[in-house]
């Protein structure tokens, strides 16, 4: 019923920048959390940020003044601004909404960092 599609991954040089998308096909406000999720081949699967319904963030440390997760209410859309991209950074990256007992997760976009 809920569906999440991820996009914006591709291939980029370090240093680079890349926006990933998140089209929610439900109200994102109805969610206690939206947020977006990583993991690299041979990794756990980590949190990269997320935001409430109130507007607040939260980011791994790893990614904290490069990446910025931002919503449009209106559109129902999650964003993910990654900047100065390092090689570390390489996965899939995946979004997750939250409410109450639900989770629900997008495909994943495949983001890879590499000169």
């Known amino acids: 019923q809920v569906q999440l599609v991820e996009s914006g991954g591709g291939l980029v040089q370090p240093g680079g920048s890349l926006r990933l998308s998140c089209a929610a096909s439900?109200?994102?406000?109805?969610?206690?959390?939206v947020g977006w999720f990583r993991q690299a081949p041979g990794n756990q699967r980590e949190r990269v940020a997320i935001?409430?319904?109130?507007?607040?963030?939260r980011y791994s440390d790893s990614v904290k003044g490069r990446f910025t997760i931002s919503r449009d209410n209106a559109k129902n859309m999650v964003y993910l601004q990654m900047n100065n991209l390092k090689p570390e950074d390489t996965a899939v990256y995946y979004c997750?909404?939250?409410?109450?007992?639900?989770?629900?997760w997008g495909q994943g976009t495949q983001v890879t960092v590499s000169s």
């Open positions: 997750k909404a939250e409410k109450y007992d639900d989770e629900y």
């Open positions: 935001i409430s319904r109130a507007g607040n963030t």
């Open positions: 439900g109200n994102i406000l109805s969610f206690n959390i």
